[in-house]
T-cell receptor
Framework: SQTIHQWPATLVQPVGSPLSLECTVEGTSNPNLYWYRQAAGRGLQLLFYSVGIGQISSEVPQNLSASRPQDRQFILSSKKLLLSDSGFYLC????????????FGAGTRLSVL | KQEVTQIPAALSVPEGENLVLNCSFTDSAIYNLQWFRQDPGKGLTSLLLIQSSQREQTSGRLNASLDKSSGRSTLYIAASQPGDSATYLCAVRDGGSYIPTFGRGTSLIVHP
């Protein structure tokens, strides 16, 4: 069966520090991968999605970047965190074809202080 | 551009009630619609997915219906329980798109 791992679960970082969040998927190949942010009281905002290795699409201009170095690995990064980067970050995957059911990781709570 | 609206934004009911959560979308040319549940501080859990050619899907006490022509989906929860308390989100995927459009969710509290 397929599983998605996202870590860390919680992260507290000072302003100006770098960020690296990792997401890996098991049990499938060539998944579509997504990074979302969910701020308090707001909806789910799509940050990046990827349909293949090295292929990254950005939905909104921001202080963050994403990379997909391997088929089932998706990384969210920042060189210098801002206070406004605080939020709940979710990784998700869906199959490249078929039903395209989307599955989510457990999320990372990021607090930038 | 697809827009997804969920009404009500919040709902508080006594245990045992049958519930209807609503999701409406502006563009009927959808590929599928997916309902999720999110517990506080957790990721989203997929509940049901309805393909554009389907009218409804059922899983246990949950039933989701789809009316593309009117741009609506409903999630029916039978005999609600306190454990059903969570936020319920719907997401619409348009034909030819990798990107689902999410609603803001309905926050449900079922009290004993």
């Amino acid at each position: 069966s397929q599983t998605i791992h996202q870590w860390p679960a919680t992260l507290v970082q000072p302003v100006g520090s770098p960020l690296s969040l990792e997401c890996t998927v098991e049990g499938t190949s060539n998944p579509n991968l997504y990074w979302y942010r969910q701020a308090a009281g707001r909806g789910l905002q799509l940050l990046f999605y990827s349909v293949g290795i090295g292929q990254i699409s950005s939905e909104v201009p921001q202080n963050l970047s994403a990379s997909r170095p391997q088929d089932r690995q998706f990384i969210l990064s920042s060189k210098k965190l801002l206070l406004s980067d605080s939020g709940f970050y979710l990784c998700a995957w869906s199959g490249a074809g078929g039903l395209n059911i989307q599955y989510f990781g457990a999320g990372t709570r990021l607090s930038v202080l | 551009k697809q827009e997804v609206t969920q009404i009500p934004a919040a709902l508080s009911v006594p245990e045992g009630e049958n519930l209807v959560l609503n999701c409406s979308f502006t563009d009927s040319a959808i590929y599928n619609l997916q309902w999720f549940r999110q517990d506080p501080g957790k990721g989203l859990t997929s509940l049901l997915l309805i393909q554009s050619s389907q009218r409804e899907q059922t899983s246990g006490r949950l039933n989701a219906s789809l009316d593309k022509s009117s741009g609506r989906s409903t999630l029916y929860i039978a005999a609600s329980q306190p454990g059903d308390s969570a936020t319920y989100l719907c997401a619409v995927r348009d034909g030819g798109s990798y990107i689902p459009t999410f609603g803001r969710g309905t926050s449900l509290i079922v009290h004993p």
